[in-house]
């Protein structure tokens, strides 16, 4: 009996029809977030339900059914409706909560496209164009960073900071003791040297490689919060006394809570005096290296044997995309493969590897790359130079009001990168501990729908409780919306019905 299906027979017409379903309501989604639109209502920014709310409008009656909603449209519109009206709206210029912001137009055209092709660059066969375009933009970003070797360098995505971070660390050990590729650790201790605050990824990654988190060693940090290369010096020299084999230094290129640069330079020469793997964590900081007036900050990454770097934070590339980045492409493939190491001796780069998932330790993969490389294209490295210095602008333009306003208090007093940490401490306020107001206003400013804000204890020193941790990475912000919030922070705060 022949077996026929018409379990998909009418994808043209069937696609239109979602589309045409989707494309009014997407349309007016980007619209309830953008400032001057007819749709555009502050309160849109979604506000905070709790779990038990969620999971009765999802899972309830209106669930997964037996039948589907495939022939139920109504329904099935309701269900994506809800999804859209129950979300955090991200498109709002009040999502100031995390080191990513909206998406943008080219962004969703990026993953609409990948979505349509529904490829896996692991094999070049499989993904063509998409495998060139990953060698092409990690060649051409890497080369950024790495100015001295801009005809060898490269790079892949992964899918985490902590992938790029765990790859970078099992690179190191590949390359640098290759025996650990058949035999394990070797017999070695190998040990990790880092800042007290590096993203936690650096600890995960030593325990995912069977380190351990007691061969982290987290080194003091200066007065202004940056890795003490003198005292990581020290620490080497003592950790080598004591049998271990340094590894892999970390530095942290806009640290997670303060946006920290670890000076690279000073990191570099100590790497290289103990000959240990140097590896710059730019997972949110990296990309400074697109405007002129900030990039300093990364003086000294072109000596760095891998660097993490996150287009789908700072450059608003939709999430996730997140490329590691070397000084030699193929050690992509030596350090990762399978394959006897012997085959890519002495490879020259112009055989560039196209079956991408051989220079990595997994299998399928997502082209991430693609986005990032359309986002590229269509804004171009001007583009892409103006967003990260208006981003600045705006830090600058929060802190100058903010500086001048009674009960404001920085955390520290110049940010380096686009996040500022502070305080507001309201006039009745009594105690020297915040936790409770900022916990406050971040709830109510939420509550609100206005803004979505973090807040954060500070990692040295916790005198005064937890402070508000703000990430201005947004294209959409200006001045009027920093005048809003800080209007809505003080009122927030000044109202709130307690004292201490
Ligand atoms: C965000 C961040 C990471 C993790 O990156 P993800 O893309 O969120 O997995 C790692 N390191 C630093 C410094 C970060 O800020």
Known sequence: MAVTSSLESNRVQELDQLLQLLHPRILSYVGSGEVGSA??????????????????????????????????????????????????????????DKLYASNNPIGVVGDIILSLLNTNSHVYTVSPVVSVIENYVGRKYAAMFYTNNKTTCGGLTFSGGLWSNITAMHMARSLRFPETKTKGNAGYRFAV????????????????LGLGSDAVFKVVINADGTLNTQVLDETITKAVADGYTPLFINATAGTTVFGLYDDLTAVAAVAKKHQTWFHVDGSWGGNVVFSEKHRHRLNGCEFADSITTNPHKMLGVPNTCLFLLVPQVKHFQTANSLSAPYLFHGRDNDDENMDLADGTMGCGRRPDAFKFYLSWLYYGTA?????????YAIVHDFVTKISKIPGF?????????????????????????????????????????????????????????????????????????VDDLIHSIVAAAENAPFTE
């Open 383 to 391: 583009g892409l130079r103006l967003r990260v210095d208006h981003a």
């Open 39 to 96: 749709e555009y209502e502050q309160g849109t920014l979604g506000s905070y339900h709790e779990p038990q709310v969620l999971k009765e409008i999802f899972t309830g009656a209106d669930g997964i059914s037996e039948k589907g909603l495939q022939h139920d449209q109504e329904s099935l519109m309701r269900n994506i409706d809800n999804v859209l009206k129950y979300s955090v709206n991200t498109w709002n210029p009040g999502f100031l």
């Open 193 to 208: 040297f880092t800042s007290k605050h590096c993203h936690y990824s650096v600890e995960k990654a030593a325990i995912l």
């Open 409 to 481: 208090q920085l955390v520290q007093a110049e940010p380096q990168c686009l996040q500022v940490c502070f305080y507001y401490i309201p006039q009745k306020f009594t105690s020297t501990n915040y936790t409770s107001i900022t916990r406050y206003v971040s709830r109510e400013l939420h509550r609100q729908g206005k803004y979505l804000m973090d807040f954060s204890p500070n990692p040295s020193d916790d005198k005064h409780g937890e402070f508000f941790r703000v990430v201005f990475n947004s294209p959409i912000l200006t001045d009027t919306v």
